[in-house]
């Protein structure tokens, strides 16, 4: 079967299929699959990319310059199969039936929440996690402030926290969440300000105290909620477009930084990367770049949080043929954050390098845009796991991925310290 028929026959099923919602109206994924997908020549790329542009039966879940993981519903597997054999391609199954981490975590969910509390044995709602900042910001009020970016498309107002024990302290911007299915990161910014305000461990109070601490748990608040509530998969904005039905954008595409640069995001409404309209479309991204930029002279550091597949990214995503300046700089506190948290008893390793290296062309990322103004130190940190429930980290590894994450910054900012970057920035 050529690609084309091979497609045409698989929107057929789809279409026969129509949409499953269960009965609350939540998107369910019973039985949808999830493919290790490798590849080695262009054209086996290329097909693997027309094959996940076919969106009623495929979406990407991650994307590297090797590899691709690929969800499936159950009625394109067959076809998929097929057409994998036939051209070569090495795939492998890792999730079974996506559903089924759904309501396990769910369950775990359900079970952490009976004795009521905020915590991180489970992933909390847009509302558990402001209630909690509220608690918080009245109990610790002569070290922190609480900010406001701004307000979402459905009016959502999209809240940080600034932690400072001193003045003249370095900044660092930590924001997250930007992508709505990516709880493990919420819940990995909420256990860090816990960390900062409650710790009584040298290591943290030192870590805590000397640098003011900017953090947005929620950047996206509309997809999340959204993700909660309708449909675990959600990562876009909740705008609606006026050239198409689907809704949304990538907001980590959204920056006006290189944008749609390369092919570096779709111009497709549907597309999980689609990069909207025209940059700045979404109010979340224009809120986050109007208060980071009013700011900016404050913030030495930036990272943004997402998972999944335990990568430390840096600008440029443009091009694999330029790099910045320092790129050698940020290769080297990269790998210090790399190996504090290998040496952890977990052991989990993180790779690192540009995103146009290690992924592919991707523009209008949050990382790329810091990096413009004048953030010389600027990430995407993505988290556990590499692929065996990847969006769907079970609540249990919250406390050990933000153990990590609480190691690596520590490694990464004394990096920093270092060579040079934690210095007063408004001098010129
Ligand atoms: C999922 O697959 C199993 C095994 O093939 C089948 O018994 C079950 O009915 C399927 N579930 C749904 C909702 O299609
Ligand atoms: C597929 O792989 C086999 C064995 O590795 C090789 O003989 C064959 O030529 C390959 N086919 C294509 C289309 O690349
Ligand atoms: C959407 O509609 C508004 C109002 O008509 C228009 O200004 C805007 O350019 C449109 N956007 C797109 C992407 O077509
Ligand atoms: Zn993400």
Known sequence: MSLNSFLVALTIVALAQGASLGQDERVRYDNYSVYKVRFETQEQRNLLRKLAEGRENFRIW??????????????????????????????????????????SEEDANLRASRDGSFGWKKYNTLDEIYAWLDEILANYPAVTESFALGQSYEGRTIRGIKISYKSNNPGVFIESNIHANEWITSATATWLINEFLTSTDELVRNLAESHDWYIVPVLNVDGFVYAHEKNRMWRKTRQPSNISSCIGVDPNRNYDSRWMENEGASSDPCSE???????????EIQAMADFVGSIKDKINVLLAFHSYSQLLLSPYGHTNEEFPPNYDDLMAVAKAYGDAVERLPYGTVYRYGSVAEILYF?????????YEQGVEIAYTIEFRDTGRYGFILPPVQIIPNAEEALIGITALLDKCEELGYLKPKNTQ
């Not at 394109?76 to 070569?88: G, Q």
């Not at 990367?273 to 109010?283: K, L, Q």
């Not at 991707?362 to 810091?370: L, M, P, Q, R, Y």
């Open 273 to 283: 990367f689609y990069g909207g309209p025209h940059p700045f479309s979404e109010p």
């Open 62 to 103: 991650y994307e590297a310059n090797d590899e691709l993981h690929l969800m499936i519903t159950p009625g394109a597997l067959s076809d998929f199969n097929s057409e994998i054999h036939r051209t070569n391609i090495s795939a492998k199954m890792f999730i079974s039936n996506v559903q089924e981490l759904i309501d």
């Open 362 to 370: 991707a523009t209008g990322a949050t990382n790329d845009w810091a």
